[in-house]
């Protein structure tokens, strides 16, 4: 297995060991945009208009999951920042919260808080055979297991690269890689998270 880590700057690791369906979200005030196009009131009716290629701008405020929301075209998907938060609060106990569908190319997270609620399993799941997602300025916290999670990724047409991240409070590991490669990290800011901050696991994860 090849994958590099790039730590770039200061960086705070503690590694302590080696890891479209229904949309719904609820929002109180807080708007989705096709930019260049229409302002939808959730993810979910912004998403489903969304063409590869869009890019969906979230406002600030909480945007409240209360189904997975798996993406299976290449838009990007952009917060404000810290100001933009993705609550699973709305989510059944150990789902999944944001997700890449298997053999997808090209999505992007950019600038958005996930916070698991102690309902998600995973905040963010990348499955097998994605290439060329882009990962950057995310805080995901508060999942039951990964904050981040990468399952099978294999896909030599193109590098994931994540930058910019910080994973926190997660119940196993902050950042996990389960069976992947061809991914790049950069700038990780991680703390309290039960397992490991960093985690990286060898074997076969089909079943996930």
Not at 4 to 29: E, P, T
Not at 140 to 151: K, P, Y
Not at 172 to 201: E, K, P, R, W
Request: aromatic share 6%; proline share 1%.
């Amino acid at each position: 297995m090849r994958m590099k880590f790039y730590l770039n700057r200061a960086v705070s690791l503690c590694l302590s060991g080696l890891m479209a369906g229904a949309l719904a979200f609820q929002a109180s005030g807080q708007t989705a945009t096709i930019q260049g196009g229409d302002t939808y009131p959730s993810i979910h009716e912004a998403v489903a208009a969304a063409s590869a290629g869009d890019v969906v701008e979230l406002s600030a405020g909480t945007f409240t999951l209360t189904e997975p929301l798996v993406l299976d075209l290449a838009i990007e998907l952009m917060g404000q920042g810290e100001s933009t938060v993705i609550s699973c609060s709305g989510l059944a106990l150990g789902q999944n919260a944001l997700s890449i569908a298997e053999n997808t190319s090209g999505v992007t997270w950019r600038n958005f808080t996930l916070d698991g609620s102690e309902r998600a399993t995973f905040g963010i799941h990348v499955r097998p055979g994605t290439s060329n997602t882009t990962w950057t300025g995310l805080t995901a916290t508060n999942c039951l297991q990964n904050g981040i999670s990468f399952t099978g990724t294999t896909n030599t047409d193109g590098i994931n690269t994540v930058t910019d991240i910080t994973v926190s409070n997660n119940g196993l590991s902050g950042l996990g890689f389960g069976a992947s490669q061809y991914v790049t990290v950069s700038n990780v800011t991680a703390s309290g998270n039960a397992g490991s901050d960093i985690g990286i696991y060898i074997g076969s994860y089909d079943a996930q």
